[in-house]
């Protein structure tokens, strides 16, 4: 809840339809939520580098919503998150990870790549204001595991 006004800044620069604070707090209350944060330093409540909101249903981990600091993009924020996210969700029993994005995010997509996802199934036009396809990605988070070792 302490880290919300540094992830609201990061969040509405990032995004054209950015999650309201409240869709946020409500993450923070619905049981099968996880809500995960990356800081600059190891320090509690230090600057916000990113964040990631995941849920776990069923045995299967749903990727929501990934974003990192404009500034500290491309320097390993995003895959530190992933890589948690990933080892957390296989402590809890998770066996597969699925989540969507934008064909035009390309950059979401090398991360993803990064982590052994397959696309398994593409929605025309998915996004009403862009026009952009969503792709369905999904990976067996065993088969990430060993894309995080290797990293
Ligand atoms: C997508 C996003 C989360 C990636 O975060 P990041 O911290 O820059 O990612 P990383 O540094 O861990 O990079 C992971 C891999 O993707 C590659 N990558 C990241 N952004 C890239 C870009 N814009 N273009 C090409 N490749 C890119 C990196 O080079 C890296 O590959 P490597 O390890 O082989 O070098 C970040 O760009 C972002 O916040 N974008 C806006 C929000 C968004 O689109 N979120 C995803 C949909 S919810």
Redesign the pocket.
């Known amino acids: 809840m302490e880290d919300l006004d540094e992830i609201l800044a ?1 969040e509405n620069s ?2 054209s339809k950015p999650w309201p604070r409240d869709v946020f707090m409500r993450e923070l209350q619905i049981p099968v939520s996880r809500n995960l944060v990356a800081t600059l330093r190891k320090d509690l409540h230090n600057e916000i ?2 964040y990631v909101t995941y849920w776990v249903v069923a045995g299967e981990l749903q ?8 500034d ?11 890589a948690e996210m990933i080892r957390l969700s296989c402590r809890e029993g998770v066996g597969i990870c699925s ?1 969507e ?2 064909r035009s ?7 993803y ?2 982590f052994g996802f397959e696309v398994t199934d593409i929605r025309p036009q998915y996004y009403a204001e862009s026009g952009d396809d969503a792709m369905i990605l999904c990976v067996e988070l065993k088969k990430c595991l060993q894309f995080i070792r290797k ?1």
């Open positions: 990061i990032s995004f580098a990113g990727v929501h919503k990934i974003c990192v600091r404009e500290l993009r491309k320097s390993g924020v995003a895959s530190s998150l992933m989540l994005v934008g995010n390309e950059g979401a997509q090398r991360l790549e990064k990293a």
